[in-house]
C-alpha cells in the first residue's frame, strides 16, 4: 500500500506542468539531508557523538552540546541538562529550529551541559552487538524496554563521563512516558535525576485522539496482532533516503503543499497554529526517525486498556516473563522527583484526561502550566516556544541547578 503511494506521489512531482524545474523544486534547505551532529555545528555550536551501550546489547549514537558561543554565564563546573525525544522521533527534534528558537540551543546559551539522547529503533539507534537491523529480532521491543534499558544507560553513561552526581531530565511525549515508568520502578536511578520536565506527558493514552486509538480498536486489548498484520513485524516508518528526497520534493514545492505536508504531521499529533511553514521540508527529512510496530503494538494495548502497565504478551507468556499472568502496573506514585508538567488541550496524544491521571499520582510536582492552544510537537516546533514556554523553564531549571 506504503510502495503505491510513493508511486503517485512521484508521478505528480514529475506530471508535465508549465512551470520550469526550477520553479517545481526549489533549491532544498541547507538544514535537510543532514545528521543531528552537522545540524548543531552548521549554527556555530560544537557538537560531540558518543555511543551508549545498553544492557541487552542495543548500540546507541547520542549527541552532546558542550558549551556554546553565546553563554550568557561561564560556569565552573556546568549542569547537565539531558534532552530526550518522542515517539517516532530523534535527537533533532532539539535542534531542528533556528538557535532562538530551539530548547537544546537555548539551554546551551544558557551555560548548560548539553545532551540529546536517542532511543533504540530510531535513525541513531540501528545497532546491536549481536543482531543486524533486518532481523525481526532486533525489533522486538517497545517503550518498556527503553525505559528499562535505554534510559538508564543513557544517564549512566552521562554522568560518568561528566563526572557529576545528577542531572536535569527534560523529555517530550514518550520521553516523558519513559522516565514515568523508570523513575518509579528504579529508585536508584530516580535519584540521579535533580528535576524532570515533561513536556507533552504520556503514561495512560485511553483518551488520545491520534489515529493511533482508531488502528487499536480494529483489536481487542489482549490481542493488538492487526499492527503486525498491518505493518509487519519489525520497524514502523522508518527514515529512508527515498523518504527525505520525497519530503524535500514535495514540501518545497509551493505554500498549499506546505500545507498539505504540514497536515501529515498533524495527523498524528493535532492541528497546530504556530509552525514554521517554510521549515515543513526540514521536519520532514528528520522525522518520522522510525520505532519498532511492536512499540506501536504497546501504545495500542494501552488505548484499550486504559492503563500504565508493561507489555501485555498474553497469560502464558506472561507467567513466564513477569511471573504473573497479566503485566505489571508502572506506579508513578512511588516517584518523588520534582516534576513539571507543561500540556496543552489542544494535545492529540498528551490528552488533557490522561494528563489528570499523572497529575493525581505525583507526589511532587513542582510546576503545572497549559498552553491553551498548542498541540503536541508544539512543544518542540512552535515558532513562539520560547516566550510561551523555555523562558518558564529556563527559570525552573535555574532554581534546580543551584539546590
Not at 508521478?11 to 543531528?36: C, R, V
Not at 504556530?274 to 522525522?287: C, D, K, L, P
Request: aromatic content about 12%; overall charge positive.
Amino acid at each position: 500500500m506504503f510502495k503505491n503511494i510513493l508511486k503517485i506521489l512521484i508521478l505528480i512531482l514529475f506530471s508535465n506542468s508549465n512551470e520550469s524545474n526550477a520553479q517545481k523544486f526549489p533549491k532544498s534547505d541547507i538544514d535537510e539531508y543532514i545528521n543531528t551532529t552537522t545540524l548543531i555545528k552548521s549554527k556555530g555550536y560544537p557538537c560531540e557523538e558518543h555511543d551508549v551501550l545498553t544492557k541487552d546489547g542495543y548500540i546507541l549514537s547520542i549527541n552532546r552540546i558542550p558549551y556554546s558561543p553565546n553563554e550568557v554565564k561561564k560556569f565552573s563546573q556546568k549542569k547537565i541538562v539531558l534532552l530526550q525525544h518522542g515517539l517516532l522521533d530523534a535527537s533533532s527534534a532539539w535542534v531542528i529550529n533556528f538557535p532562538e528558537q530551539s530548547l537544546g540551543f537555548i539551554l546551551s546559551d544558557a551555560g548548560y551541559d548539553v545532551w540529546l539522547g536517542n532511543m533504540r529503533g530510531n535513525k541513531y539507534g540501528l545497532r546491536h552487538k549481536h543482531l543486524k537491523s533486518n532481523q525481526s529480532e532486533f525489533w522486538d521491543f517497545s517503550w518498556s524496554d527503553m525505559a528499562k534499558y535505554d534510559l538508564t544507560a543513557l544517564i549512566d553513561y552521562v554522568l560518568q563521563r561528566t563526572s557529576q552526581k545528577d542531572l536535569i531530565y527534560v523529555g517530550h511525549s514518550q520521553g516523558t512516558l519513559i522516565g514515568l515508568a523508570e523513575f518509579g520502578a528504579n529508585l536508584a536511578l530516580a535519584e540521579k535525576i535533580k528535576l524532570f520536565v515533561a513536556l507533552g506527558p504520556v503514561s495512560t493514552v485511553k483518551h488520545i485522539k491520534s489515529p493511533i486509538r482508531y488502528i487499536a480498536n480494529m483489536g481487542t486489548y489482549s490481542n493488538q496482532n492487526v499492527w503486525f498484520k498491518l505493518f509487519g513485524r519489525r520497524d514502523f516508518l522508518p527514515s529512508s533516503n527515498k523518504m527525505n528526497w520525497l519530503a524535500d520534493k514535495l514540501c518545497n514545492l509551493k505554500v498549499t503543499d506546505r500545507i498539505f505536508c504540514a497536515n501529515l504531521l498533524f495527523l498524528l499529533c493535532g492541528p497546530s497554529k504556530y509552525m514554521n511553514q517554510s521549515r515543513i521540508a526540514v521536519y520532514f527529512t528528520h522525522e518520522p526517525a522510525g520505532t519498532s510496530v511492536k512499540n506501536l503494538a504497546h501504545f495500542g494495548q494501552a488505548v484499550i486498556s486504559g492503563k500504565f502497565q508493561m507489555y501485555d504478551y498474553g497469560p502464558a507468556l506472561n507467567k513466564q516473563r513477569y511471573n504473573q499472568s497479566s503485566p505489571p502496573l508502572y506506579d508513578i506514585s512511588k516517584m518523588h522527583v520534582p516534576t513539571a508538567l507543561y500540556w496543552a488541550k489542544n494535545d492529540w496524544l498528551a490528552d488533557p484526561v490522561d494528563v489528570e491521571f499523572i497529575r493525581n499520582s505525583l507526589p511532587k510536582i513542582v510546576d503545572d502550566y497549559e498552553i491553551m492552544d498548542w498541540d503536541h510537537l508544539d512543544f518542540l516546533l512552535a515558532t513562539n516556544a520560547k516566550e510561551c514556554l523555555y523562558d518558564r523553564i529556563l527559570k525552573l531549571i535555574k532554581k534546580y541547578a543551584k539546590i
